[in-house]
Nanobody
Framework: VQLQASGGGLVQAGGSLRLSCAAS????????MGWYRQAPGKQREFVAL???????TYADSAKGRFTISRDNAKNTVYLQMNSLKPEDTAVYYC??????????????WGQGTLVTVSS
């Protein structure tokens, strides 16, 4: 099982980006999917989570600006980020709890995609 994140880039403050993360491999069921981020010199922090039942949870820093969604048919999770601020600059990592077709539930991480917000 692999998670492939994409969509990062350089954007001006106030702009928008949409991150995507697709899961592939021997997947049976995908439970929770989410996004974390790690800014330079800081610890990785939670951004947003979406359950298989489409229930969402956001960090306070993301509420009102970011929207997490998922397409179960494509095994993909998205993060729409609006009104971006320089403090949103970070490497964004997707994560998913996946039950593989080989059995067992595991947490997986994508490789990270860099978001840079210029002032």
């Amino acid at each position: 099982v692999q998670l492939q994140a994409s969509g990062g880039g350089l954007v001006q403050a106030g702009g928008s980006l949409r991150l995507s993360c697709a899961a592939s491999g021997s997947i049976f069921v995908i439970n929770d999917m989410g996004w974390y981020r790690q800014a330079p010199g800081k610890q990785r922090e939670f951004v947003a989570l979406i359950t298989a039942g489409q229930i969402t949870t956001y960090a306070d820093s993301a509420k009102g600006r970011f929207t997490i969604s998922r397409d179960n048919a494509k095994n993909t999770v998205y993060l729409q980020m609006n009104s971006l601020k320089p403090e949103d600059t970070a490497v964004y990592y997707c994560t998913a709890e996946i039950i593989s077709s080989l059995g067992g539930s595991h947490g997986y991480w994508g490789q990270g995609t860099l978001v840079t917000v210029s002032s």
